[in-house]
Structures are given as C-alpha cells and as structure tokens.
C-alpha cells in the first residue's frame, strides 16, 4: 500500500540553524501539507501546497519557514534559523480527491533545537 | 475559527469492554472528518473517514457515527484488546483540499 515517507526521523540541531525536512508524497497525490505537534500539545496545521504553490498558511508559518517541491517526488520543508520552540514532531502528509481529501501522513520527523 | 474537542482526554477499561470515545466540534460546516490512531512517538494511522453526508462508517470492530449538525461524532470499538492502546484523535475538514484542524486526542489503556 502506497504510503507517505519522512527523512530524517530525528534531527537535532543547535539554535540558529538551518534544517530541511524531507518528505515523499504518495504518488499520484495533488494536495501536500506540513503539521507540527509539540510535545504534549495538539497537532496544528502549518502550510497546505497545490498546484506548486502555498494555498494556505498558518500563524506560525512566518519568514522562517519556506516549503519546496524542488521535482516530481519530494516535498521539504526549510527552517531558515531554528529556535528553542520549534522543537516537536514534524508531519507532512498528502491527499487526493478520489480519496474524498483524506489525509494520509508520513511517520513523522522528530525535530529537537539545542 | 474552528475548535475539537475530545472527552475524556484519557479512558483506561478492562479488555474485552466497548470503548467510545467522544468528539465535538464548533462549526458544523464541514467537508468530511478523519478518526485517526497514535501510538507513542509515531505518527498518525487514519483509522476512518466519515463525509459529512454520512451519518456512519464501520471497519472491522471500528464503527464512526457522525451528527453534523449537533457538531458532534463519536468512535466505538467494540471488544477492547490490550493492542488498541493508544491515543485516538479525531479532526475534521473544512473543504476539500483544505487544512484538518485537531482534537487533542484520548489516550486510551485497556488493561489486559
């Protein structure tokens, strides 16, 4: 069964860092997004991506994040210059219309800012 | 702005009970909404989907009732099992294509 993969599992990086988080749709998917979860906290929505290009973002996603989908496959999302509380769990997923939109997310990328 | 909650935020049963578990939302117009699985440090398992149409999905011991208009859903998994520990979340879709906004999950423990 086709699913949504993430590279790396877990990053640790120091304050002030960049860090690209990987991701690879399922193929033949149209929709792509990016979720967080903080340790403890709900999952909350960051950007959504169609049609090469952002088609809604949240508050959080300010100047220092950036999403690429830089060829037919991957879709990564990059954090300009890392601080304390962007440490949480990173989800991409993706969905379809002959899927009724269903969202179908990736295991995750654990993300910790030293 | 769309809120989910879910009560109670954490359920522990003895196996071989029904769980139900409780999910309610405050803006009635939604697309469709997905019952999803966590297990511990992983990621999210879509367990079902309900359109907004519907008033009820089934799989396997999982059953979804949906009443879209009292904002309300609920997921029964019948004859517990010690493997169904998790934290189940629930979310829905405002329209296709668009962004799921999250509960904040039940954390359940079924005791063998």
């Known amino acids: 069964e086709p699913e949504v993969t993430q590279t790396p599992s877990h990053q640790v990086t120091q304050m002030g860092q960049e860090v690209i988080l990987r991701c690879v749709p399922i193929?033949?998917?149209?929709?792509f997004y990016w979720y967080r979860q903080i340790l403890g906290q709900k999952v909350e929505f960051l950007v959504s991506f169609y049609n090469n290009e952002i088609s809604e973002k949240s508050e959080i996603f300010d100047d220092q994040f950036s999403v690429e989908r830089p060829d037919g496959s991957n879709f990564t999302l990059k954090i300009r210059s890392t601080k304390l509380e962007d440490s949480a769990m990173y989800f991409c997923?993706?969905?379809?219309?002959?899927?009724?939109?269903?969202?179908?997310f990736g295991p995750g990328t654990r993300l910790t800012v030293t | 702005k769309q809120e989910v909650t879910q009560i109670p935020a954490a359920l522990s049963v003895p196996e071989g009970e029904n769980l139900v578990l409780n999910c309610s939302f405050t803006d009635s117009a939604i697309y469709n909404l997905q019952w999803f699985r966590q297990d511990p440090g992983k990621g999210l398992t879509s367990l079902l989907l309900?359109?907004?149409?519907?008033r009820e999905q089934t799989s396997g011991r999982l059953n979804a009732s949906l009443d879209k208009s009292s904002g309300r859903s609920t997921l029964y998994i019948a004859a517990s099992q010690p493997g169904d520990s998790a934290t189940y979340l629930c979310?829905?879709?405002?329209?296709?294509?668009?962004?799921?906004?999250f509960g904040g999950g039940t954390r359940v423990l079924v005791k063998p």
């Open positions: 979310a829905v879709l405002k329209a296709a294509g668009n962004k799921l906004t």
């Open positions: 309900i359109q907004s149409s519907q």
């Open positions: 193929s033949n998917h149209l929709y």
């Open positions: 997923a993706s969905s379809g219309y002959w899927v009724n939109y269903e969202q179908y």
